[in-house]
Antibody, heavy 117, light 110 residues
Framework: EVQVVESGGGLVQPGGSLRLSCAAS????????MHWVRQVPGKGLVWVSR???????TYADSVQGRFTVSRDNAKNTVWLQMNSLRVDDTAVYYC???????????WGRGTLVTVSS | QTVVTQEPSFSVSPGGTVTLTCALN?????????PSWYQQTPGQAPRTLIY???TRSSGVPDRFSGSILGNKAALTITGAQADDESDYYC??????????FGGGTKLTVL
């Protein structure tokens, strides 16, 4: 059974940092891109970042320079290091595997990040 | 700035057919953007419906179909059911690992 499980969300002050983790199982993790997607409660989905199988990374303009995605294929885990957090980074963060033909495949249930003083 | 636009809301009668669209501000949507579609019900994670324009993901009923209509990607639901009432999102692949979501369409079945 495929599982994608995010953790590490919580309350953080503006300017602070948080590291999200995503543990995957049930598929050959090392052969899949992994993405982070976020959603402000009640709003739409927004793509945040992607890490390829060889570790190359891409980011949305809104998080470029503040967020860093990494992975460990031996641990079937991907992380999102979020620095200089802003109030508008408040969202549910989903970890998602790449799917077929540049789509998004297996979704986690998300972890809520709240940036507030 | 890449902007992907969907209808904010749509309504369909049970058993009816509805087509949701996905437009790109910089031009026409084509298969080279590998359009994909996702369904999200409140409080749940999204579910992949369609990838590569018109290929249904595993387990997706055949009443869901994807296509290119004119200069937009499209998701058609034929014979809508009550549990199709959800938010629907399209995604376009822009290259270099970058995906862009549309704003989503809230579909009401009534």
């Amino acid at each position: 059974e495929v599982q994608v499980v995010e953790s590490g969300g919580g309350l953080v002050q503006p300017g602070g940092s948080l590291r999200l983790s995503c543990a995957a199982s049930g598929f050959t993790f090392s052969t899949y891109w992994m993405h982070w997607v976020r959603q402000v409660p009640g709003k739409g989905l927004v793509w945040v970042s992607r890490i390829s199988t060889d570790g190359s990374t891409t980011y949305a303009d809104s998080v470029q320079g503040r967020f860093t995605v990494s992975r460990d294929n031996a641990k079937n885990t991907v992380w999102l290091q979020m620095n200089s957090l802003r109030v508008d980074d408040t969202a549910v963060y989903y970890c998602v595997s790449g799917g077929r033909a540049y789509s998004l495949g297996f979704w986690g249930r998300g972890t809520l990040v709240t940036v507030s003083s | 700035q890449t902007v992907v636009t969907q209808e904010p809301s749509f309504s369909v009668s049970p058993g009816g057919t509805v087509t949701l669209t996905c437009a790109l501000n910089s031009g026409s949507v084509s298969t080279t953007y590998y359009p994909s579609w996702y369904q999200q019900t409140p409080g749940q994670a999204p579910r992949t419906l369609i990838y590569s324009t018109n290929t249904r993901s595993s387990g997706v009923p055949d009443r869901f179909s994807g296509s290119i209509l004119g200069n937009k990607a499209a998701l058609t639901i034929t014979g809508a059911q009550a549990d199709d009432e959800s938010d629907y999102y399209c995604v376009l692949y822009m290259g270099s690992g970058i995906c862009v979501f549309g704003g989503g369409t809230k579909l009401t079945v009534l």
